[in-house]
């Protein structure tokens, strides 16, 4: 047995959520993440998961990801994680990188994700990362008809086809009854701006979901070409691997992780 197998490296996983999901998404990768010997931090970011806030109420990128920030700004000065972000926590995954480079994160792994270097700074951004969910979504005008939207969510009656699938009726039964609206407002406002050159001094990976119905082949692809990452995995899943295919995004994370030791 190699050493890498029964000795693990002390990594510590940091699970980021996408769009109205929470922590909780990433249970069964938890569980064999915890179950191999790695530590596992899954946050919950503003309005998501058990944090109590109105996302109506949420108008900032910086307000919806301060759980995150925070989180990375309270480790130890000498501890450092490996970010994993499904969706559009990828758009997380890069403010961070932007803010702390590689002073906190070792590696950043985006899974379905979306990836630009500066968020949503210009029209093709836009058209390259944000899923086309005009016919499936309910959203929440909480600043008025004539505003933009609050908050939206996928309506339940196309979440298991659009979001779930290939993954499991129990898991996508779970999930609907725990999805909640997301802060639109605040997920539009995410544009970066360049802290230096640190960001890109960290390896990132892209895992990319083969049979997405949310972010689609071609706007992954465009992600890709537009920034390239060090090292690119294809998984023949939906837009949800955590639920559809845990065994295999388990590997494919592992794997890119133990080139940081090799």
Known sequence: MSDSVSNPPKFHFVLVHGMSHGGWCWFKIRCLMETSGYKVTCVDLKSAGIDPSDPNTLFTFEEYNKPLIEFLFNLPEDEKVILVGHSAGGLSLTDALHKFGSKKIQMAIYVAAIMLKYGFNTDEDAKEAVPDLSDVKEQTFGLGSDKPPTSMIVKKEFQRKILYNMSPMEDSTLASMLLKPAPAMALGDAKFKEQGPDAD??????????????????????????????????????????????????????????????
């Open 201 to 262: 001094k960290v390896r990132r990976v892209y895992i990319k979901t083969l049979n997405d119905r949310v972010i689609k082949q071609e706007q992954q692809d465009a992600m890709i070409r537009s920034w390239p990452p060090s090292e690119i995995f294809d998984i023949e899943s939906d837009h949800s691997p955590f639920f559809s295919a845990p065994f295999i995004l388990f590997g494919f994370i592992i794997k890119a992780s133990i080139t940081l030791v090799e």
